[in-house]
């Protein structure tokens, strides 16, 4: 009986370990998931910008004249 008990008592240590280091893991893995979340917000503001400054340039309205291009 005192064999078993010793087993479980070191089962549980380990299990422990794994449940601290996957917490660990967890809290990393939100950080990031927070952080990517964020520079994903900022592409989309960028985006919108620019889509906004496209539709302000006239249509045929040449940002190269041709004459400078040969």
């Known amino acids: 009986m005192n064999n ?4 479980l008592l070191a089962l549980t240590r380990e299990q422990r370990e794994l449940i601290k280091k996957l917490v ?11 952080t990517l979340h964020s520079r994903n ?11 906004r ?3 302000e340039i006239p249509i045929g309205f040449e940002l190269i004249p041709e004459s400078d291009l040969a």
């Open 4 to 7: 078993q008990v010793e087993r």
């Open 24 to 34: 660990n893991e967890n809290r990393r893995l939100d950080t990031l998931t927070k």
């Open 41 to 51: 917000r900022d592409l989309e503001r960028q985006h919108i910008v620019i889509d």
């Open 53 to 55: 400054e496209i539709a």
